[in-house]
């Protein structure tokens, strides 16, 4: 059993987004025409209510079956409730619950908020609830994400993966042979090479998506090269950013960073995000949601490499919606048996993973996924348990995460490197600061 604290355990993230106009939706039962029967089999049974994010439809399909399937199994406990919310306001709806003392028992949680959310003393631990055993089923990644000061608060089905996608046709005509595992991942200068070996051939060498509307798709996407040339975003032990985040090991990776625009190996801004699907870019820098898309593609030939590394070794990013007990839940134990049924691989990772294609976040959930032994999705396995990473869990990380995407958008748009990181590593030691005076006040 992982040791948490006697202090925590008193004490208690890249999607399309819906419509905001969507208003939250409440289900009790996996389909629809079920409805009537359903609301019978949980008629005047204590309630456990469950808050998600709203997601894709097949999403939400898959959980309002997995809601059904444990009602169903557990007669004499309390029924499950859950309630899905828009995209972007879920999080400001769960804000507001917190501060009205009205969360539900169960919260699903953006994997950047589960730093922010622990700090604000919104979640319980969940420690008492995993042992050794299951703790080791899951991929670091997701054990890493979801704990803050040593304690672990959320636990998630699945997992992310970032990586760069080639046209196996494009780089057959440049010459080009990318590396298939993370130990043969090309060196920055190998990069740059095979983007001008492959520039005669396509609009542009690379899609970065730097014109993505969210500010976490920039941290997720390019926090990686600062943390493989052995730098980071922040010093959580210390509580600095001045340093750090400006640091050189920062500039250095961002300046690289920084060249592939300006020298025309990669673009700003687009007016199409589909470059790659179109045949229009060679490489892509993406994730595993654009995997189904490619793969329906006609005509489109690819594969999947490991990022470059600035530095020693390839690093890339990890990180999802996971599942949290709130502090306002009156029966945790409840509570959990709900979350390890959302876990276990048949019954929760199964179905939602075949609905979101997702990466399974425990290793025994991998024997249901045998496509995960070869291809593109090997790669998303390997990295997972090799060579990802958490982004930081800090109370200040929307902060973080704020200011780290605009000074890469201005960077992106020829803003001194140095300067801009500066600036960003200013105002985020600025809510540094401002919380441990708050904390050095109210002792």
Known sequence: MSSCPAACVHRASIRRVAPAAVVALTVWAAIAGCAGRESAAVKGRARLTVWAHHGQPAEREALAGIVAAFNAAHPDGPAVAISFFPDRQYADKVSIASATGRLPDVVEVDGPYVGPWAAEGLLKPLDGFVDDALR??????????????????????????????????????????????????????????????????????LALHVDEPGDEWMTYAFAPLIWSNGGALIDVQHGRTIGVLD?????????????????????????????????????????????????????????????????????????????????????????????????????????????????????????????????????????????ARARPRTAVYLALTTSFARALRDIALGADVAAALHQAAESVQHDLDRRRARREAGR
């Not at 990644?141 to 803050?148: L, R, V």
């Not at 699945?158 to 996608?165: C, E, G, I, K, Q």
């Not at 990318?178 to 051939?201: C, G, I, M, Q, S």
């Not at 690819?302 to 600035?310: D, E, S, V």
């Open 136 to 205: 080791a089923d899951f991929l670091p990644t997701i054990i890493a994400q979801g704990t803050f000061q040593d304690c672990l608060y959320a636990l998630g089905a699945f997992d992310s993966a970032l990586v760069v996608y080639y046209n196996r046709d494009i780089i057959a005509r440049a010459g080009l042979a990318p590396p298939e595992h993370v130990a043969d991942a090309w060196d920055w200068a190998t990069f740059r090479a095979a983007l001008e070996k492959a520039k005669p051939y396509v609009a542009v060498p």
């Open 247 to 387: 640091g050189p090991q920062a500039v250095a990776a961002i300046t690289k960073w920084q060249r592939l625009i300006t020298d025309g190996l990669a673009e700003a801004s687009s007016v199409n995000p589909n470059l790659f699907a179109a045949g229009d870019a060679a490489f892509d820098w993406s994730g595993h949601w654009m995997l189904p898309a490619f793969e329906q593609t006609a005509g489109l030939d690819f594969g999947a490499m490991p990022l470059p590394r600035t530095g020693d070794r390839s690093v890339t990013s990890a990180g999802s919606w996971c599942w949290g007990i709130s502090r306002d839940c009156r029966d945790p134990a409840a509570a959990w048996r709900f979350i390890a049924w959302l876990l276990d691989p048949e019954r929760g990772i199964k179905p939602i993973v075949e609905a979101n294609g997702a990466v399974p976040a425990r290793r025994s959930a991998f024997a249901l996924f045998p496509e995960y032994d070869s291809g593109v999705r090997r790669l998303f396995r390997e990295q997972l348990e090799t060579s």
